[in-house]
């Protein structure tokens, strides 16, 4: 374990990204716990021991856990209806369905559904994270103006906020200004400085030391996480709240392998989604055991431990261990953090997940891609970050099928004793009235049909007339039904046509199928052979 983790990768560059991410974290966390209905100090309980469970177990070097917007926003949704906000029961019931997220995470690694982060592409995941920043950015804008605004979604934020440009508070934008300008300003003369911190700490400072008035953060009290079984009642208590878990275990695990396999992708490394499943449900399991809420990826505050220089775990293991000192002797300090300076933090670091020249370049040399990226990115600004992904997965499915359902189907040919690959129509027979096509994806019912039809068309323009027709099949890893279907039709057309067909290469599981639907045994086993050469030395001795 503890892949993820290596001290000896500048520690002082770790231990500055962890207290950069913990200056931002802490106060966005009391902001979840707040959407959550959750009391505050469980926000900070989720970057304790949910964070360090995570640590321990996960794959992904740079995937900061802990308390999350969408997942906080699902679960007031759900169980704002079953008890009083803020209530020991609704706390209670939030604990449980942080366990059940957990064990449909675990059971999720064991039915080896790791596979769905592989549908997110790069260029998916491009647009899914511009997404996420816009949608993070407008979201801090109410804050930063000092507008009381509560609506859900950019669109319904900028529309509300249109209605009280009366009500912005001068102060509170001047101080958003500075903030903004000092990160961006700074980050550009010296990207190495850890200017999110510096302006948290500064804004801080003014506020306590009463230079400016502006609003400041809800008070943090309470004590360390300690860890307990919730008390929800009977099953079916436990049962009406799987909906809820379900939809936040979509959430989780959507979003969490989007943001590690992004983060791992620019820096060329691999991620083990299977390992960061069990990492996942584990910390979600912790969570729930010590009286807090679902965890999940942040993309934010991955940025934020990206941006201050963190490459590997360490940085938010100090996360974890400065939220437990703002637990136990800091939190008066940090209730005067204006959240005008929070809201610009949060909103400059949402910017920067908005990979500008990546979205230019993904357009300049796939405009296709470059047009997913945009549809990506609208989806997850227009209905959510769980939304988003879905459609994005589903987007990628599409694009697969694209791709396979009209796969590329060559003719092999000799030429100056080389093999070679050629399109159907330039006709390369190996030998007077013997070719060879090879299908370059695996046969099943989208695109069997076509297969055929450029087979059967090229036969027809063959000349001289083809006696023997090869299908080379060793990049065909599976058939289905209706594949091999189709297979028996192609066989008894080109037997109209009196050429015979002989199957190439074929994988053993392959022409176990084949064997099984009887096709085998209509083309004949003495017409299957091992290499194309074998079916060239058939061919000429008859």
Same mark, same amino acid.
């Given at each position: 374990? @503890?892949?993820?983790?290596?001290?000896?990768?500048?520690?002082?560059?770790?231990?500055?990204?962890?207290?950069?991410?913990?200056?931002?974290?802490?106060?966005?966390?009391?902001? *979840?716990?707040?959407?959550?209905?959750? +009391?505050?100090?469980?926000?900070?309980?989720?970057?304790?021991?949910?964070?360090?469970?995570?640590?321990?177990?996960?794959?992904?070097?740079?995937?900061?856990?802990?308390?999350?917007?969408? &997942?906080?926003?699902?679960?007031?949704?759900?169980?704002?209806?079953?008890?009083?906000?803020?209530?020991?029961? *609704?706390?209670?019931?939030?604990?449980?369905?942080?366990?059940?997220?957990?064990?449909?995470?675990?059971?999720?690694?064991?039915?080896?559904?790791?596979?769905?982060?592989?549908?997110?592409?790069?260029?998916?995941?491009?647009?899914?994270?511009?997404?996420?920043?816009?949608?993070?950015?407008?979201?801090?804008?109410?804050?930063?103006?000092?507008?009381?605004?509560?609506?859900?979604?950019?669109?319904?934020? @900028?529309?509300?906020?249109?209605?009280?440009?009366?009500?912005?508070?001068?102060?509170?934008?001047?101080?958003?200004?500075?903030?903004?300008?000092?990160?961006?300003?700074?980050?550009?003369?010296?990207?190495?400085?850890?200017?999110?911190?510096?302006?948290?700490?500064?804004?801080?400072?003014?506020?306590?030391?009463?230079?400016?008035?502006?609003?400041?953060?809800?008070?943090?009290?309470?004590?360390?996480?300690?860890?307990?079984?919730?008390?929800?009642?009977?099953?079916?208590?436990?049962?009406?709240?799987?909906?809820?878990?379900?939809?936040?275990?979509?959430?989780?695990?959507?979003?969490?392998?989007? =943001?590690?396999?992004?983060? %791992?992708?620019?820096?060329? /490394?691999?991620?083990?989604?299977?390992?960061?499943?069990?990492?996942?449900?584990?910390?979600?399991?912790?969570?729930?055991?010590?009286? &807090?809420?679902?965890?999940?990826?942040?993309? =934010?505050?991955? /940025?934020?431990?990206?941006?201050?220089?963190?490459?590997?775990?360490?940085?938010?293991?100090?996360?974890?261990? !400065?939220?437990?000192?703002?637990?136990?002797? %800091?939190?008066?300090?940090?209730?005067?953090?204006?959240?005008?300076?929070?809201?610009?933090?949060?909103?400059?670091?949402?910017?920067?997940?908005?990979?500008?020249?990546?979205? !230019?370049?993904?357009?300049?040399?796939?405009?296709?891609?470059?047009?997913?990226?945009?549809? $990506?990115?609208?989806?997850?600004?227009? %209905?959510?970050?769980?939304?988003?992904?879905?459609?994005?997965?589903?987007?990628?499915?599409?694009?697969?099928?694209?791709?396979? *359902?009209?796969?590329?189907?060559?003719?092999?040919?000799?030429?100056?004793?080389?093999?070679?690959?050629?399109?159907?129509?330039?006709?390369?027979?190996?030998?007077?009235?013997?070719?060879?096509?090879? +299908?370059?994806?695996?046969?099943?019912?989208?695109?069997? $049909?076509?297969?055929?039809?450029?087979?059967?068309?090229?036969?027809?323009?063959?000349? +001289?007339?083809?006696?023997?027709?090869?299908?080379?099949?060793?990049?065909?890893?599976?058939?289905?039904?209706?594949?091999?279907?189709?297979?028996?039709?192609?066989?008894?057309?080109?037997?109209?046509?009196?050429? =015979?067909?002989?199957?190439?290469?074929?994988?053993?599981?392959?022409?176990?199928?084949?064997?099984?639907?009887?096709?085998?045994?209509?083309?004949?086993?003495?017409?299957?052979?091992?290499?194309? /050469?074998?079916?060239? %030395?058939?061919?000429?001795?008859?």
């Amino acid at each position: 374990m @503890l892949r993820s983790v290596d001290v000896h990768d500048h520690p002082g560059r770790e231990v500055v990204a962890g207290i950069t991410v913990a200056a931002v974290a802490v106060p966005g966390v009391i902001g *979840y716990a707040h959407i959550a209905g959750m +009391p505050i100090v469980t926000g900070l309980y989720t970057m304790i021991i949910p964070a360090t469970v995570f640590v321990v177990l996960c794959s992904s070097r740079h995937l900061v856990v802990g308390a999350d917007s969408t &997942t906080a926003a699902i679960l007031a949704a759900g169980l704002t209806p079953l008890a009083a906000v803020g209530s020991a029961e *609704y706390v209670e019931l939030a604990a449980m369905v942080a366990i059940l997220t957990g064990a449909m995470l675990l059971v999720a690694r064991l039915a080896g559904l790791g596979f769905i982060s592989d549908f997110l592409s790069r260029t998916l995941l491009i647009g899914f994270l511009a997404g996420v920043g816009v949608q993070v950015a407008v979201s801090q804008l109410p804050a930063a103006l000092g507008v009381p605004v509560t609506a859900t979604g950019p669109v319904p934020t @900028l529309v509300a906020l249109g209605g009280h440009l009366s009500e912005v508070v001068a102060t509170d934008v001047a101080l958003s200004v500075a903030s903004i300008a000092v990160m961006a300003v700074g980050g550009w003369l010296r990207p190495q400085v850890p200017w999110p911190l510096l302006v948290v700490v500064a804004g801080t400072t003014a506020s306590a030391t009463g230079a400016i008035d502006v609003a400041t953060i809800p008070d943090v009290t309470g004590g360390l996480p300690l860890p307990s079984w919730p008390a929800t009642g009977d099953l079916d208590r436990v049962a009406s709240l799987v909906p809820i878990a379900l939809t936040c275990f979509v959430v989780v695990l959507a979003q969490s392998s989007a =943001t590690a396999r992004a983060y %791992a992708e620019r820096h060329g /490394e691999r991620v083990d989604t299977d390992m960061d499943l069990v990492a996942l449900g584990a910390a979600n399991l912790a969570a729930g055991f010590t009286g &807090t809420f679902v965890v999940n990826g942040s993309p =934010t505050r991955t /940025e934020v431990m990206h941006g201050a220089g963190g490459r590997n775990q360490v940085a938010q293991l100090v996360a974890a261990a !400065v939220t437990v000192v703002v637990l136990l002797v %800091a939190g008066p300090v940090l209730t005067d953090l204006p959240v005008a300076v929070l809201a610009s933090v949060v909103a400059m670091i949402a910017i920067r997940l908005i990979d500008l020249p990546a979205i !230019v370049d993904v357009f300049h040399r796939r405009r296709v891609e470059g047009a997913v990226v945009i549809a $990506t990115a609208v989806t997850v600004i227009a %209905a959510g970050v769980g939304p988003g992904i879905l459609f994005a997965m589903g987007l990628s499915v599409v694009v697969h099928l694209r791709h396979s *359902y009209r796969p590329n189907v060559r003719a092999l040919g000799r030429d100056r004793d080389r093999w070679r690959m050629s399109r159907l129509e330039h006709d390369h027979q190996i030998v007077p009235g013997l070719a060879a096509v090879f +299908p370059s994806s695996n046969l099943y019912y989208a695109n069997a $049909t076509h297969v055929a039809d450029e087979i059967l068309e090229m036969v027809d323009a063959a000349q +001289p007339p083809l006696r023997w027709l090869c299908v080379l099949a060793i990049a065909v890893d599976d058939v289905d039904l209706t594949a091999s279907e189709v297979l028996g039709r192609l066989h008894g057309e080109l037997a109209d046509r009196g050429v =015979t067909l002989v199957l190439c290469g074929l994988e053993p599981h392959v022409r176990h199928e084949l064997e099984r639907d009887g096709l085998i045994e209509r083309i004949g086993p003495h017409h299957i052979f091992d290499y194309v /050469e074998d079916a060239v %030395a058939a061919y000429r001795a008859l």
